[in-house]
């Protein structure tokens, strides 16, 4: 790889260790992914927040980091494990070793956002502006949505890319690397945000490029987006989709009984005892839409909302939060329904959700059962 004399000069551990190690860390993923240099990004997401992902040796490690290492660009953070103003179901012990991870991303000058989806609420660079994104779906949404250059990186890549500045010039971050090889064509208009997560889920099951082509749908709303975007990057490791005609690509057909299919893998329950939404977290737009499916009903079954605290705040402001709460929701803010010690098998035995994602995390993961329907479904199904 070429590097700058700046960089070779940090890489030998002039500007100390910290960045030293994070040039190595670039460095060895360049030369896996044949890059020819470091380029720069403006801005990095980070994952490995919360603690039942990256255990105590993250911990350890980030408490040793933190001491030394400086972020360089914005640098925001994926969710923890717990909402901060509402730790008392769990153990004092998750929730120590859960802040001193807080602590040392804090320390190191990253923004305490807490979130999946910060499209939704930072401002946003201009179509073509490399960033580092590690958080699967938001990576595959920037790409694909919002036109912005990022591979699918790794807790520790984007955490290295943070303290530089700097990525591996490869891959997506390259214009002729953004055209699909392998167009996907459901023989069914998907609807809902189940049938895009479904498709999703499937696109990143078969597809081993770094960009998939989807044909004959429609261009998907951020709330179908989203869903398409996490359950893909629940499922495989492409890290962008495109929408044309197929033109000179593999064909692929998906078709309702493969929908199905996936579906009963995904779905272990027909009913649960709690709803669970926010897997991405949800934002104004879905907040809204529930709002209005809800209409003066209420839920008939406890139901968690997962959203960043600054959408919550936005939602409050224009008394979104109050309608729902009236309606029987609670809100979990900093917080995902993926990994989350809020929702295991030893406090409720099945939970229903929209989301592709968190039926694969949460029957997984977290061992419980899952009932996996679109949310107008829900809202029909579990309220009066």
Known sequence: MQLSRYEEKALRGEYGEA??????????????????????????????????????????????????????????????????????????KFVRKQMGIVRSYERMGAIASFTCIPYEIFSLPKRGTRVSFAESSAAIFSNSILGLLTNKESALSALASSVTGKSPYSDLRIQEHRQSKVSIKPTFKPKTELDYGLLGYFAGRITKDSCVNFENIPKPGIMTAKALCAAMGTSGSCGMFTLANSERKELIEFDLKEASTLKDELCTSEDGNLIILGSPQLGINELSYLSKLLRE????????????????????????????????????????????????????????????????????????????????????????
């Open 19 to 92: 960045t030293a190690a994070a040039y190595r860390i670039l460095i060895a993923i360049g030369e896996a992914t044949e890059a020819e240099k470091l380029t720069s990004i403006t801005w990095a997401h980070i994952s490995g927040v919360n603690y039942n992902t990256i255990g105590e040796a993250g911990l350890v490690f980030l408490r040793k980091y933190s001491k030394d290492a400086r972020v360089r660009v914005r640098t925001t953070v994926n969710p923890m494990g717990f909402d901060r103003t509402n730790p008392t179901k769990l153990s004092s």
């Open 297 to 384: 009903k209420k839920f008939n079954k406890p139901c968690m909302i997962f959203c960043p605290r600054a959408i919550h705040t936005q939602a409050s402001e224009i008394g979104l939060t109050d309608k729902l709460k009236n309606a029987g929701a609670t809100f979990m803010c900093d917080s995902c329904s993926c990994l989350t010690p809020l929702v295991t098998k030893d406090n409720t035995d099945s939970v229903i959700t929209n989301s592709v994602k968190a039926a694969y995390y949460l029957k997984n993961s977290n061992k419980v059962r899952v009932a996996l329907k679109d949310l107008q479904t829900i809202v029909n199904q579990y309220s009066t």
